[in-house]
C-alpha cells in the first residue's frame, strides 16, 4: 500500500521506516528541510537504538523517501498525521497548529476514498473536528484516529510489536471499510493476534490521555511515598518492589528519583487537565494537578540535595551534572528533569555548570 506520513520527529520518522518494514511504499512528508534532508540521506536526525539501521534498511528497499513537500503524498491510500502537539506558552492545553496545518496541508492531495489517520495526542474532540473539516471540502474521504503508545528509547521495537492497537471510527457505512484499510497498513502485526480495540474517536483519543496520565500518577505515587520514606527512613526502593510483587500493582513505573519529563507525560496531563476543563468535568482531574506538584517537587528536591550535600550553599562551588536527556537511551531533552536542575542549579550561583 502507498502511505504518507506528515511529521517525520521522534513518533513519525520510526513510524514511516517501520511500515516499509511491514510492506509498504511510504513517503515522509516534514516541513522540517534539514531533517528531511537528513532522514533522506539516511542520516537519523535524533538517537533512537535501532532507528540509524531500520533507516537505512528501509530506504534501501527503495520504498522509503522523504520531502519537504506534501504534493509527493499525492497518490497514498492512507495518510497518518503524526505532527507535535506541544503545550501552549503560558498554558496547559495542547497546541494544535501543527495538527492544524498538517491537515490543511493534506487537502492539496487529498481524494474521497484516501483515509487520513492522526497519530499524534491530541485534546478528546479533536478527531470529529478534522472529520467535519475533511466531510465538507473532500465529501468521501475517511478519517481514523489511531494513537500511538511507543516510548522513546524502544520506538523501534514498540512500532512494530506494540502491545495493542487502538483505531478510533465513527459509526457508519464507511466503518467497516476504515477498520480493513488499517487492519492490511498493520497486517502483520494484526496476523500475529495483537490485541485490538475498535471504538469511537473520541474513546481512541481518550485511551492516549488515560494511558499517559495513568503511568504519571504511578510515578508520582512512588515519588510520593518516597518523600515519606525519607521523612521516617524507610527505603522506597524495597517498598516499590515488596509491593510490586503484587500482580494488581506491578512493578513497573515504581521507579522513585527525579520524576517524570519527556515531550510526552508532563504535557499530557496538563493538556489533559485543561480539556476537561473546557468540558465542564474539571473536577475529575484535579488529582493529576496533585500528581504534577509531586514530580515538581522532586526537582526543587534534588537541588537541596545538592546544597546540603555543599555545606548549606552552592555559591562559588562547582557543581557537575550528568546527562542531559530527559531518559536513558534518547537524545531528547524536551522537558529535561536534568536540564530543568542544571538551572535551578546555576540560579543558586555555582561558579559553573
Ligand atoms: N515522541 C514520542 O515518544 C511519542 C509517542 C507517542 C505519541 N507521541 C505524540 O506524537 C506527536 C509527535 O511527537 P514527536 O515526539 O514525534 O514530535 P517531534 O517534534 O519530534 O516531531 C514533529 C514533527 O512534525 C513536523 N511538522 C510540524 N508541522 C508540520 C506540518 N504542517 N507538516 C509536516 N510536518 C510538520 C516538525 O517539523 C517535526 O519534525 C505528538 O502529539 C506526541 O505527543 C509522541
Ligand atoms: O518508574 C519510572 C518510569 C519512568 N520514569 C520517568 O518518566 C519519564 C517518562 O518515561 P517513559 O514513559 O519511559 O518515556 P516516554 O518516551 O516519554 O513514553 C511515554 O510517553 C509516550 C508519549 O506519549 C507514550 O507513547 C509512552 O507509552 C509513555 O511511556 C522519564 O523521565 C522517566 O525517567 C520514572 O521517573 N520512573
Known sequence: MRISVIGC???????AASLVELGHEVVGIDVDERKSA??????SPFYEPGFQDLLEHSLASGRLSFSTDVTQAAGARVHFICVGTP???????????FVQAAAESLLRVLEPGELVVGKSTVPVGTAAGLAQMYGEKVPGSLVAWNPEFLREGFAVRDTLHPDRLVYGIADGAEA???ESMLDEVY???VARGTPKVVTDYATAEMVKTAANSFLATK??????????????GADVKQLADA????DRIGRKFLNAGLGFGGGCLPKDIRAFMARAGELGADQALTFLREVDNINMRRRIRMVEL????????LLGKRVAVLGAAFKPDSDDIRDSPALNVAAQLQLQGPSSG
Do not use: W
Open 9 to 15: 520527529g521522534y513518533l513519525g520518522a520510526v513510524h
Open 38 to 43: 537528513a532522514l533522506g540521506h539516511a542520516r
Open 87 to 97: 503545550q501552549k506558552h503560558g498554558e496547559y492545553g495542547a497546541d494544535l497548529q
Open 176 to 178: 467497516a471499510t476504515i
Open 187 to 189: 497486517g502483520p502485526i
Open 219 to 232: 510515578i508520582s505515587f512512588i515519588n510520593a511515598m518516597a518523600e515519606l520514606c525519607e521523612a521516617t
Open 243 to 246: 509491593i510490586g510483587y503484587d
Open 306 to 313: 545538592a546544597r546540603e550535600v555543599c555545606d548549606g550553599s
